[in-house]
Nanobody, 123 residues
């Protein structure tokens, strides 16, 4: 089993920055592909970014490329999402997710989820 705990959400003005963290615990955490999804009111959960278990590969949704940067520290079992140049359309609940070994873009392919953290960007 894997447990994921997010932190770092909040309220920020458009153009500002936030950093989200996701701490993982459980079995074989160093083999986890970890990612972020987000869900805005009335919308489906969508892929934001993911990172391979080594940290050597990252994947981003087109809507966040160039603004968001994903990294991980396997010594701390923690993943970080640095969000810059935030826009009101980035407002959503952000969920940390994980699965073993291989990267996927679909939320249904992820086995483990955090509780979510709210990000609100005001205009």
């Amino acid at each position: 089993q894997v447990q994921l705990v997010e932190s770092g959400g909040g309220l920020v003005q458009a153009g500002g920055s936030l950093r989200l963290s996701c701490a993982a615990s459980g079995l074989l955490t160093y083999t986890l592909v970890m990612g972020w999804f987000r869900q805005a009111p009335g919308k489906e959960r969508e892929f934001v970014a993911a990172i391979s278990y080594s940290g050597g590969s990252t994947y981003y949704a087109d809507s966040v490329k160039g603004r968001f940067t994903l990294s991980r520290d396997n010594a701390k079992n923690t993943m970080y999402l640095q969000m810059n140049s935030l826009k009101p359309e980035d407002t959503a609940i952000y969920y940390c997710a994980a699965r073993y070994y291989s990267h996927k873009y679909d939320a249904s392919d992820y086995n483990y989820w955090g509780q979510g953290t709210q990000v609100t960007v005001s205009s």
